[in-house]
């Protein structure tokens, strides 16, 4: 059963007490293989509408959880600890996207969520020649969102479609 918190103590304290501001936390976590804490972590992305018309914009809601009682870190090969695709799109645009090479690491306490939303703009980002914002065909179109392991390890994901019309 998840202790109480007393007014004395900070927000970052978690279910076993551990304070993040003090290191400790962190310590543990990395006792984690990143392995399982991969596996710890599991996604959600939903959008506010499953049909929009062409060139609305589509808010999009992703939710990661630490299904682990402890805490953990996930290991991310570059800066980037998650992102969202259409139909494979990184950010619905088809342009290199460059992020810095330093590992990182996407920490969380046990059992925790946290949520992120983004708007996708209904447009799809075209490099090829010019560079232009396209308004795409009437279709499905899948948003998946995933923490950003890296590519030949166990990745984390969750997919959702909408219908353009």
Do not use: C
Request: aromatic share 8%; charged share 35%; glycine share 6%.
């Amino acid at each position: 059963m998840p202790r109480r918190r007393t007014r004395s103590e900070p927000e970052s304290v978690d279910e076993f007490g551990l304070d993040d501001r003090s290191g400790l936390s962190r310590r543990f976590a990395d006792l984690v293989p990143a392995t399982l804490a991969r596996r710890g972590v599991a996604v959600s992305v939903d959008t506010d509408q499953r049909v929009y018309e062409r060139d609305d914009p589509v808010e999009i809601t992703v939710e990661f959880e630490n299904r682990l009682p402890v805490p953990i870190a996930v290991p991310t090969p570059k800066r980037r600890l998650w992102g969202w695709t259409v139909d494979g799109d990184l950010e619905a645009s088809d342009e290199r996207r460059y992020t810095r090479s330093d590992p990182s690491t996407f920490d969380f306490r046990g059992g925790e969520r946290k949520r992120v939303s983004v708007v996708w703009n209904g447009r799809l980002e075209r490099t090829d020649g010019l560079h232009e914002s396209v308004v795409p065909e009437p279709g499905e179109y899948e948003i998946t969102a995933f923490v950003a392991t890296h590519p030949e390890t166990y990745q984390p994901s969750d997919s959702t479609t909408v219908r353009l019309r």
